[in-house]
């Protein structure tokens, strides 16, 4: 049996079906664009899939969800009276606080009355006649509107592996997306993970200690290292709140709106003991610091790479007491930073516990998913659970799980076949008044998310605005623009190491047919240059666009 996420209290809203813009989803974009449409006088209406607002703060409910951007620079930056009023506890939020930002947010400005829970867009269509969108819900009803804005999220399309006997299993299971609301109680249960990305560590360090047994299935190890969270006590939170004009001055800079910045150094300009001391100080220092302000080549060259790799090895085997073990733990196919790098508390130290076992997939692949539990080509193991950490079709699965219909009936899934076509990656050509919040091809997914989606709803609210006063009805870029932005986007990326990787962040997901070719989904000029192209676009009149 395969529990899923339960709806809590719905609130479907009836009455107008015309609106000037829909928004679809309710997380952290879909709720800034709200309120920023809100604020120019539009008629809007939010369809969010799931039981309440909060996106992935929502769904993620899994045992140890929580960020691993650092909570105040995370928060949204458009209200002052917000930022003053609203005390991160901890320095990485856990997921319950986050939601509850979320939905003091939508209380405060007064956003729940335009945003209609427990409605997925299965279908939304351009008419050409009346320059308008109309979107079809699950049920079957139909609105409509002049401008169509995604906020569909990067991560939010869920996948399930791909392996027999998914439906016989007796016990309980779950996706990590999917977590019931209720408590799930993990004393004495004999319990399976599967999946060691980001969300698997956070699982797997949290019920470890909970449950009667746990059994991870690593397919492939990760680079993971300390999140060193901590609480924030009162003059803490003062200095944290005096000190916003200059962070958010900080995280317009660096290039993934982060507080940390890339060394200037290269790797090997520094003599062995500088470096040494250097990568001890990032080892000890919270968050992404250690990914984000490593030398400058840390992420282009080989070598400077695989040295780096080699001093996480060593962190690796210094934790793990099983020498077997720790071996297993150290990636050997790919280096640090070159797939989403998993913040730990105390992960590796989980499988010094006696009740802990790690079976590596690779050596022993899954066979099936039985009526008691997993059986792999070393035997069957029998569950109480079995947990599903294995991750997302990423950035695109999200808008192929809609079927989007532009001019002449083009579906968007057919235009991005052979990888993304993008305006900025917030316009496709041939997709009329349709604006992709974190849409492929933006520096969204490389950035701190709510920074970058602050800068995208931002343009787009200009952008809705100038159409408005206009009298502008119908615009899109043109496809030689699409073709320039995306060839743009590709020459950022090439020389990266992370583009000759399998991983979430190249598009790769073994368990969704097609998604077996690494693409290029992310701009990677940095949040700065993005801002500033997107800046340009505007100063030329909405240049590469064609407005009617
Ligand atoms: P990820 O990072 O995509 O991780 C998914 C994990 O599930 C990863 O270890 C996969 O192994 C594993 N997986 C997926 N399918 C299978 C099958 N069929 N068999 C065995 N193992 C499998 O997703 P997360 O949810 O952890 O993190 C997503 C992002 O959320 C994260 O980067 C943060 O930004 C927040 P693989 O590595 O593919 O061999």
Known sequence: MLDTATAAAGNKTSGARSFDAIVIGAGIAGIYQLYRLRALGLSVRVFETGGGVGGTWYWNR???????????????????????????????????????????VVDRFDLRRDI???????????????????????????????????????????TLPRLPGLDRFKGRSFHTYRWPHEDVDFAGKKVAVIGTGATG???IQTIAPLVGELTVYQRTPNWCTPLHNRKIGDAEQA????????????LRQTPGCYIHNTDPRGTFEVSDEEREAFWEKLYAEPGFSIWMANFRDMLTDP??????????????RQRVKDPATGEKLIPKCHGFGTRRVPQETGYYEVYNLPNVHLVDTRETPIETITEAGIRTSAGERAFDMIVYATGFD???????????????????????????????????????????????????TRCNIPRCIEQNVDWISDLVRYAHEKGVTRFEPTTEAEADWSKHVEELASGMLYTKVDSWLTGINTNVDGKNVRRV???QGGAPQYRARCDAVVAGGYSGMVLR
């Open 62 to 104: 899994y045992p140890g969800a929580r960020f691993d951007s650092e909570s105040y620079t995370y928060g949204y930056a458009f209200s002052e009276e917000l930022l003053k009023e609203w005390n991160w506890s901890e320095h990485f939020s856990p997921q319950p606080e986050t939601q509850r930002y979320l939905n003091h």
């Open 116 to 158: 209609q829970c427990d409605s997925r867009v299965k279908a939304a269509d351009f008419d050409e006649t009346a320059r308008r969108w109309t979107v079809t819900l699950d049920d079957g009803e139909r609105y409509n509107a002049r401008f169509l804005i995604t906020a569909v999220g990067p991560l939010s399309a869920d």
């Open 201 to 203: 560590v956070q699982v």
């Open 239 to 250: 200095a944290i709140k005096a000190n916003y004009p200059a962070m958010f001055e900080l």
């Open 303 to 316: 070598k400077a790479n695989a040295l780096f790799s080699e001093f996480v090895a060593r962190k690796i």
């Open 394 to 444: 990423a950035v695109t699965g999200a808008f192929d799980r809609i079927a989007i219909r532009g001019t002449g009936g083009r579906l968007l899934t057919e235009h991005w076949a052979d990888g993304p076509k993008t305006y900025l990656g917030l316009m496709s050509s041939g997709f009329p008044n349709l604006l992709t919040i974190v849409g492929p091809h933006n520096a969204s």
């Open 521 to 523: 989904l992310q701009y």
